[in-house]
C-alpha cells in the first residue's frame, strides 16, 4: 500500500542553524501539507501546497519557513535559523484528486532545537 | 477562527465499548475526521463522516454527528489494548485544506 515516507525520523539542531525536512508523497498525489505538534499539544497546520504554490499557510509559517517541490517526487519544509521553540514532531501530508479526501500522513520528523 | 475540543484521558475495561467525544465550533465544517496516533508513530486515519450525515459505521467503529450541536462521537466496541493510542478528532470545511485538530484524547486499555 503506498505511504508517505519522511526522513530524518529524528533531527537534532542547534538553535540559529538551518534544518531541512524531507518528505516523499504518494505518488500520484498533488495536494501536500505540512502540519507540526509540540509535545502534548494540538497538532497544528503549517502550510498547504498545490500546483507548485502554496494555497494556504498559517500564522506560524512566517518568513523563517519555506517549501519547496524540487523534483516529481519530494517535498521539503526549511527552517532557516531554527528557534527553541521550533522542537516539535513535523508531519508531512499529502491527498489525491477526486471524491476521496482523505489526508495520507507520514511517520513525521521529530525535530530537537538545542 | 475554528476550535475542536476533546477531553483529554479516557479510561475502559479490556472488552467494554469505548466513547471518545468531540466538540468543535465551526458550522461550515464538511469533513470530520477521526485519527489514531500510536506512541512514536504518525497519524493513522480511522474513518471519517460528512456534514450532512448523522451516523457511520466500520466495523467496530462507529461516528455519531449532531450537527446541531456540533458534537461528534467515536465508538470502538469490543475495545482491546491494541486500541490503546491518542485519538484525534479533526474537522475540515469548505475551500480550506488545512485540517484543524482537537488535543487528542489518551485512551487506556484496563486489563
Known amino acids: 500500500e503506498p505511504e508517505v515516507t519522511q526522513t530524518p525520523s529524528h533531527q537534532v539542531t542547534q538553535m540559529g542553524q538551518e534544518v531541512i525536512l524531507r518528505c516523499v508523497p504518494i505518488s500520484n498525489h498533488l495536494y501536500f501539507y505540512w502540519y507540526r505538534q509540540i509535545l502534548g499539544q494540538k497538532v497544528e497546520f503549517l502550510v498547504s501546497?498545490?500546483?507548485?504554490?502554496?494555497?494556504?499557510k498559517s500564522e506560524i509559517f512566517d518568513d523563517q519557513f519555506s517549501v519547496e517541490r524540487p523534483d516529481g517526487s519530494n517535498f521539503t519544509l526549511k527552517i532557516r535559523s531554527t528557534k527553541l521553540e521550533d522542537s516539535a514532531m513535523y508531519f508531512c501530508?499529502?491527498?489525491?484528486?477526486?471524491?476521496?479526501?482523505?489526508?495520507?500522513f507520514g511517520p513525521g520528523t521529530r525535530l530537537t532545537v538545542l | 477562527g475554528e476550535d475542536v475540543e476533546q477531553s483529554l484521558f479516557l479510561s475502559v475495561r479490556e472488552g467494554d465499548s469505548s466513547v471518545i467525544n468531540c466538540t468543535y465550533t465551526d458550522s461550515s465544517s464538511t469533513y470530520l475526521y477521526w485519527y489514531k496516533q500510536e506512541p512514536g508513530a504518525g497519524l493513522q486515519l480511522l474513518t471519517y463522516i460528512f456534514s450532512n450525515m448523522d451516523m457511520k459505521q466500520d466495523q467496530r467503529l462507529t461516528v455519531l454527528l449532531n450537527k446541531k450541536d456540533k458534537h461528534l462521537s467515536l465508538r470502538i466496541a469490543d475495545t482491546q489494548t491494541g486500541d490503546s493510542a491518542i485519538y484525534f478528532c479533526?474537522?475540515?470545511?469548505?475551500?480550506?485544506?488545512?485540517?484543524?485538530f482537537g488535543t487528542g484524547t489518551r485512551l487506556t486499555i484496563i486489563p
Open positions: 501530508a499529502s491527498k489525491g484528486r477526486g471524491s476521496d479526501n482523505e489526508q495520507f
Open positions: 501546497f498545490y500546483n507548485n504554490e502554496i494555497s494556504e
Open positions: 479533526a474537522e475540515e470545511n469548505v475551500g480550506n485544506e488545512k485540517l484543524t
